[in-house]
């Protein structure tokens, strides 16, 4: 079993940077597929960006490609998510979760999330 505890969220300002921190408990890090997500209010939540076991592979929704990076620690226990060139549309509840598949775009997928992080950005 994983926990994850997501950390980073924070008010800035459009244009601003911000970096997202996850860290999972367990032994068994390494061998899940990490991914971020998020949920503006009255939205669904949404695929943000996901990495495989070793971080060799990442994925990332259009809406952030190019501004975004995943990332990941596995001797730290810790996935990121840096974000750039921040948007008023970024603005969202930020959410790390763990699948054993990696590439997944899919809320099914992943067996484990965080609580969140609130993620504002202002205009």
């Known amino acids: 079993q994983v926990q994850l505890v997501e950390s980073g969220g924070a008010l800035v300002q459009a244009g601003g940077s911000l970096r997202l921190l996850c860290a999972a408990s367990g032994r068994t890090f390494s061998s899940y597929a990490m991914g971020w997500f998020r949920q503006a209010p009255g939205k669904e939540r949404e695929f943000v960006a996901a990495i495989s076991w070793g971080g060799a592979s990442t994925y990332y929704a259009d809406s952030v490609k190019g501004r975004f990076t995943i990332s990941r620690d596995n001797a730290k226990n810790t996935v990121y998510l840096q974000m750039n060139s921040l948007k008023p549309e970024d603005t969202a509840v930020y959410y790390c979760?763990?699948?054993?598949?990696?590439?997944?775009?899919?809320?099914?997928?992943?067996?484990?999330w965080g609580q969140g992080t609130q993620v504002t950005v202002s205009s």
């Open positions: 979760a763990a699948a054993l598949r990696p590439g997944s775009r899919s809320r099914r997928d992943y067996n484990y």
